[in-house]
């Protein structure tokens, strides 16, 4: 209701008018100034040092001592925080003191799961405009970057010898359409069941005694009867954590070999009807109500505070307990084999990807090359809490959860790739694996349905 | 006009003129003139936005997926029917549309509603109008967060409510058929502050005499309201409803602050999300521009009575 007689206070025009030509100007600055369409969102102007570089400068601060190095390194990665941060950093830090005269981007595309990362990967390559390398699972992940990949068997895996001293199926795994464009860093386990060690002692159960599915269901049912702790943790704001706890369920019950069986698109159905049962039988009984709104980090936070007796994760999550004091392995926490896994290592792989076409060759074989060696893996997996993929490495270099691990990784009887990670599957499929289970499996449950889109999503 | 008319009509028309007289003629007049003052915001409209919409809709014609680049030699519409015919989409599609409409409904009403009350002369009412508008000059990366906490099932305030008047603890995000509810909820709240403040300058335009009017000839308040008053908040109410199906369109970037992934809770799919997954984690770039053609339709479907209103009001 306005008063008629009340003065209008109206906007001053011109210095609206001044607001918007700002507002434009900078605007118009902002359109022609990402030229390369890197609009990446942690990092800009590298159009900028591109440029200053080629003139023989501004990074070799030592004299300019006619260094063999006239390109920059830029690595794109997605450790952007915590544990992964520290890895990287460290890595980086080896690198640096390795080839000081090299002047390097490294690049952290932050948010979880990859999403920037591969978003960015994808849109520089299809604008002719890559990078030397980036942080990317191998295996047939690499599907979607068909075609436009370095081959570094002669220049990296020869020469340095690394076919003879990475693990044969990490290789095998980095091959991809007759080339080698990958060198494997670390590898984390898949098939892992983490637990709180008070919880367990309270519900009376013994870890030693959890051998398959059936005994799991009963260690579970007695946590819920025994004490007021959640038995499960599962984070399902997304629905990687659902596929991949499915695949254990699935290789413990029906064995490896009805795993393979089905990434190769030959799945008994039977067998992934009765290991969904399974699967709905935990998350509608055993694990906290908030699953829908919690991420692993999350459901981690709640089993240090004891309100959750176990998980299961890939052991990345001993990545976020190391960073709390108070919650000790071998005191606090520990963990078995999944249920019914025992001599199983659930096989992941994080690796550096060369792209084709790569503007800066030599210096991209020289980091290809550092990235194999002893000193870069232990520096990395030290602090990642994966393990190096290099047989030949001394497992006192390693921490003790660590080396633990990877005795398990050059001991173990079956290695079946990880279907939630990307090497057992292309991208498309494990989209479509994702999406039958967040349509079937995340409440409501309809396991046959489920079943079948799995079924079809990995057989074409 | 004048000047250059009158330059034009003295040359006769038989006179040969020099190149040098044309060039000067040309660059005198009054289009040429004007252009750096209407040339440069069409140029900069015409490549950003009917650029990138025909670019679009060229690459959804090809077949182009992963790294190859687009291949023009041979266009088609099978995109579309490949699209049409998937079910992810129309479900996304479903959802987009029920947002699309209840978002903006009951964020109008509900902002005309405060309005009227924040209208009636309250004590510290431009503290109340802040504390309204707030929450839109937030980011959808923090409210998505501070909504995931409200909806959290065992701690979050939203069940602390329910479970206090009896109704029992309710899975807002998990539970597929009322996730894109409680999405379309914390939208209402983030938005409704701001057609309140459309509708109360709306209302404050209004003369005080017609209530008066009103009043004398005995008009209860609903009546003078419903009979004299809305009816002329309509420009404000366009306005606003514009606006507001703009960001519904928006909601991608809530929809992924939730999850911090393309993939949003089950059930509140939507052709932006839908779009983004299969084109950035794809490459399925031909069938994801054919995703956004369709969107593109919706949110022209969605305007179009707008413009027609404006177009029947001589304002086109």
Redesign the interface.
């Known amino acids: 209701m306005a008063d008629n007689d009340r003065p209008d206070v109206s906007t001053d025009r011109r210095k609206y008018m001044a607001a918007v030509g700002a507002g434009i100007a900078a605007g118009v600055a902002g359109c022609s100034g990402g030229d390369g369409g890197d609009g990446g969102s942690t990092s800009s102007g590298d159009g900028s040092s591109d440029g200053s570089d080629g003139s023989g400068g501004s990074t070799s601060s030592d004299g300019g001592s006619g260094s063999q190095w006239d390109t920059q390194l830029e690595v794109l990665h997605g450790w952007a925080g915590g544990d992964g941060e520290a890895a990287v950093n460290a890595l980086i830090d080896a690198f640096k003191k390795e080839y000081p005269d090299m002047p390097t981007k490294f690049q952290a595309v932050g948010a979880s799961a990859n999403v920037n990362l591969n978003a960015t990967i994808l849109r520089r390559m299809v604008n002719g405009n890559p990078m030397s390398s980036f942080a990317n699972w191998p295996g047939k992940n690499l599907e979607r970057y068909r075609g436009n990949l370095m081959d570094l068997e002669a220049d990296v895996w020869e020469s340095e010898g690394y076919k003879d001293v990475m693990q044969g199926r990490a290789v095998d795994l980095c091959n991809f359409n007759d080339k080698l464009p990958a060198v494997p860093l670390g590898s984390h386990r898949m098939n892992n069941l983490f637990y709180n060690i008070a919880a367990f002692e309270e519900a009376g159960v013994d870890p030693e005694s959890l051998t398959d599915m059936p005994s799991l269901m009963d260690a579970l049912d007695a946590i819920k009867s025994e004490t007021d702790i959640a038995p499960m943790g599962q984070a399902m704001v997304a629905p990687w954590t659902v596929l991949q706890l499915w695949a254990q369920v699935l290789q413990s019950q029906a064995g490896v070999d009805a795993y393979m069986n089905f990434i190769e698109g030959n799945g008994d159905r039977q067998a992934i009807v009765d290991s969904l049962e399974l699967v709905k039988e935990i998350q509608q009984n055993y694990i906290t109500n908030d699953a829908s709104t919690s991420s692993f980090t999350d459901m981690g936070g709640k089993m240090i505070a004891g309100e959750v007796a176990c998980m299961h994760q890939g052991n990345w999550l001993a990545g976020q307990f190391r960073t709390d004091d108070s919650f000790n392995f071998g005191e606090h926490w520990d963990w078995i084999p999944f249920p019914g896994t025992d001599g199983t290592y659930g096989y992941h792989i994080d690796a550096i990807v060369a792209p084709a076409n790569n503007p800066s060759k030599d210096e991209t074989i020289a980091w290809q090359k550092f990235v194999g060696t002893t000193e870069a893996q232990v520096a990395f997996n030290n602090l990642k809490g994966s393990v190096p993929l290099r047989t030949d490495v001394d497992s006192s270099q390693l921490g003790d959860f660590i080396a633990l691990t990877y005795e398990d990784l050059t001991s173990s009887e079956r290695y079946p790739p990880t279907i939630a990670h990307g090497l057992a599957v292309t991208p498309e499929q494990m989209g479509n694996c994702k999406t039958a289970m967040s349509e079937n499996m995340m409440g409501p449950y309809d396991v046959e349905a489920a079943a079948d889109a799995l079924l079809s999503a990995v057989s074409n | 006009m004048g000047t250059t008319d009158t330059t034009e009509s003295t040359t006769p028309a038989t006179e040969e003129v020099g190149w040098e007289t044309k060039v000067r003629y040309f660059l005198n007049n009054d289009l040429v003139r004007s252009s750096p003052y209407w040339g440069i915001p069409f140029l900069?409209m015409g490549i950003?936005v009917y650029g990138g919409i025909g670019f679009n809709t060229a690459i959804s014609l090809t077949d182009a997926r992963?790294?190859?680049?687009p291949d023009y030699t041979n266009l088609d519409f099978e995109m579309y029917t490949q699209v049409f015919e998937s079910s992810?989409f129309l479900s996304a599609a479903q959802n987009n549309l029920v947002l699309l409409v209840v978002f903006t409904t009951v964020c109008l009403l509900l902002g005309l509603f405060l309005a009227v009350l924040l209208?009636q002369g309250i004590r510290n009412e431009n503290t109340v109008q802040t504390i309204y508008l707030l929450p839109m000059a937030l980011s959808f990366v923090i409210t998505a967060q501070v909504w995931?906490?409200l909806?959290?099932?065992?701690?979050?305030l939203m069940n602390i409510i329910t479970r206090g008047i009896g109704i029992g603890?309710i899975?807002?995000?998990?539970?597929?058929s009322i996730a894109l509810g409680s999405v379309i909820f914390a939208l209402i709240w983030q938005f409704s502050g701001y057609t309140m403040v459309v509708y109360l300058a709306g209302?404050?335009?209004?003369?005080?005499?017609q209530?008066e009017a009103a009043r004398v000839d005995g008009a209860s308040t609903l009546t003078t309201y419903l009979k004299i008053i809305i009816p002329q908040l309509k420009e404000a109410s366009v306005s606003a409803a514009v606006v507001l199906m703009v960001f519904a369109l928006k909601a991608f970037t809530f929809l992924y602050s939730?999850?911090?992934?393309?993939?949003p809770?089950?059930g509140t799919d939507i052709l932006a999300t839908l779009m983004v997954?299969q084109a950035?984690?794809?490459?399925k770039?031909a069938y994801s521009a054919a995703i956004a053609t369709y969107l593109l339709i919706l949110a022209l479907g969605v305007i179009a009575p707008y413009l027609y209103y404006q177009y029947r009001q001589g304002s086109l």
């Open positions: 900069l950003a992963g790294l190859q680049q992810a209208d995931l906490w909806y959290n099932y065992d701690v979050g603890p899975d807002w995000i998990g539970n597929p209302l404050r335009s209004l003369p005080n005499d209530f939730l999850t911090g992934r393309y993939r809770p089950n997954r950035f984690k794809l490459g770039w």
